[in-house]
């Protein structure tokens, strides 16, 4: 399958659907990375905490990719994020839970998503933001 773009990147927040991007990505025989760290010259696609990968600089360097930011509603995401700490008896990123954590996490979104859409302000055609909790979201991505 010939895609429109040299590299996906999906850059929101971990919680917002990235094993279900990467899924969809594997179904379309894109090669696709869903770790933290991006191999970005050996694949196509990439998710998994996007918000921690240099966008700025993956812009530059890759100037025919496109951006997608994943998002879906706010007290789902935390919920979300809080039970994810749940899956281990140890402390984590996100175990145990208190309200200083929520308020980084939403001071960090809120940053993130402010630089993002200053960013791409000049060219809005390589950033498309994408509520995962919305019907027909997929269907969207793989048109694309």
């Known amino acids: 399958m010939k895609i ?7 850059i929101g927040f971990n ?3 990235t094993s279900t991007f990467q899924w969809l990505f594997k179904e379309n025989d894109l090669p696709t990375q ?4 991006w191999d970005v010259p050996n694949y196509t696609c990439f998710g998994d905490n996007g918000d ?12 025919n990719s496109l951006f997608i930011l994943n ?6 995401w935390l919920i ?10 140890s402390p984590n990123w996100a175990h145990p839970y208190n309200i200083e954590k929520c308020n980084k996490w939403l ?4 940053k993130h998503h402010s630089e ?8 809005p055609e390589k950033l498309i933001i994408i509520d995962t909790s919305k019907c027909g979201w997929q269907n969207y991505v793989a048109d694309l």
């Open 4 to 10: 429109k773009y040299d590299k996906i990147f999906v």
């Open 15 to 17: 919680k917002t659907a």
């Open 34 to 37: 869903h770790v933290s760290k």
């Open 52 to 63: 921690k990968n240099d966008f700025k600089n993956l812009d530059k360097n890759y100037p």
């Open 71 to 76: 998002v879906r509603p706010l007290s789902d």
């Open 80 to 89: 979300s994020r809080f039970k994810h700490g749940l899956r281990e008896d």
């Open 107 to 110: 001071t960090d979104r809120e």
């Open 116 to 123: 993002l859409l200053s960013h791409f302000k000049g060219c």
